[in-house]
């Protein structure tokens, strides 16, 4: 009798240490059983003639973040490709059997949750740059896949060029430069709506790494700096950049002459800047977006551009990306968009390069990524997703 209970308690304890694996391997696909050889596909835009013309463009499937040799000498699969779209693309082709997917903000390889079902190997998500909105975060944790991304490697790239599209707009620029190009000579066309920036209320909506650079690089320009996040600033290095704290988004909006967005694109904040938000700033209000394009109400936008209510709208985030040939914003009036380029300059482009190469190999050892990359960990999303 002693021996068949003895075998029952053994039987129950293996049935639940079984049951216990076999969940935890649905909950999470180990990120450490990394031995072996892996299928890695990057997803990257085409550089053709420009790919030769300088030795650091890595961030192009030419150059293909300078990993190829790496990869391939220790005996893994780096298929590298701009082909994103549609059920016939290249990418779709290689999601059965990838165990890491590398894409860029840039030109987006969209991680749905229909593809995410279809990735049976699949362990890994490495944006290179920042912001990993382009995947399912949701479905991604759901899975068990681990996401992250090379965090500051392009904050100060895209705090300068926030800088450069603020003057831009303020001054009336690119009115004077069409007139150039155009052989034309009018100063009243562009003097009847060019400011200084000295002495103008600056709002940043979202204030962490990127908006606090901002802020930092603004304070010379003696403007009246505002910012609005969920987290307040530590009060010395609030002193220190001379910016006051808004709790209130819709109180901060009708102060300023230019907002900035800053924030990451998340469930509560797609669509956020719709026709009542926008309402809410001021007449010939200025807008830069170098965040996420879904964060605007696009028709919004381009009406509060042609309506005059929008002073100037000046970015390079659109949605979908790249954008198609009739989207709205490019043929709104009063804008200064570009495709998007502030994150990928070439020093940015060498730091995300390399931050992507420290962390597949951190994978491949089955070691931990430094903490602040991770977008999706054991099913955990980082904080500014939630």
Excluded at 248 to 275: A, Q, R, S, Y
Excluded at 311 to 317: A, E, H, I
Aim: some cysteine; hydrophobic content about 40%; glycine content about 8%.
């Amino acid at each position: 009798m002693a021996m068949s209970m003895a075998m029952k308690r053994s039987a129950a304890a293996a049935t639940r240490a079984l049951s216990s694996a076999t969940s935890s391997s649905i909950l999470t696909r180990d990120l450490h059983s990394s031995s072996g050889k892996k299928k890695i596909v990057g997803v990257f835009y085409k550089a053709h003639e420009y790919a030769k013309m300088n030795p650091n463009f890595m961030g192009c499937v030419e150059n293909a973040l300078g990993i190829r040799d790496w990869l391939e000498s220790q005996g893994h699969e780096y298929i590298v490709t701009d082909d994103k779209e549609g059920p016939d693309c290249e990418l779709e082709k290689h999601i059965p059997d990838a165990h890491v997917i590398i894409t860029t903000p840039f030109h987006p390889g969209y991680i749905t949750a229909e593809r995410i079902k279809k990735a049976k190997n699949l362990q890994l998500l490495l944006t290179a740059g920042i912001g990993s909105d382009h995947v399912d975060l949701k479905a991604a944790a759901n899975a068990g896949l681990t996401v992250a991304e090379v965090t500051g490697s392009n904050v100060v790239s895209v705090a300068e060029d926030e800088l450069m599209r603020i003057l831009i707009l303020v001054r009336n620029f690119l009115p004077g430069y069409h007139q150039v190009i155009n052989g034309d000579w009018n100063v009243a066309g562009i003097a009847y709506r060019a400011y200084d920036l000295e002495g103008k209320t600056v709002g940043t909506v979202g204030c962490g790494r990127i908006g606090r650079l901002l802020l930092q690089r603004l304070k010379p320009f003696g403007c009246n700096l505002l910012y609005h996040d969920r987290i307040k600033m530590d009060p010395e290095l609030e002193n220190q950049i001379g910016a006051s704290y808004e709790e209130d988004l819709d109180k901060m909006l009708p102060k300023c002459d230019v907002v900035v967005i800053n924030t990451p694109l998340t469930e509560k904040t797609k669509g956020m800047f719709d026709k009542e938000k926008i309402a809410k700033m001021k007449k010939g209000v200025l807008i830069v977006n170098n965040a996420r394009g879904a964060i605007m109400d696009t028709q919004a936008v381009a009406d509060g551009c042609s309506s005059g209510h929008i002073g100037g709208y000046s970015g390079d985030v659109w949605y979908p990306q790249p954008a198609p040939k009739d989207h709205p914003w490019r043929y709104m009036p009063n804008q200064a968009m570009t495709p998007h380029i502030s994150g990928t300059t070439i020093d940015a482009q060498l730091r995300y390069a390399a931050g992507v190469k420290d962390m597949l190999e951190n994978y491949f050892k089955g070691e931990d990524f430094p903490a602040q990359h991770y977008i999706v960990k054991e099913g955990e999303l980082a904080s500014q997703y939630r």
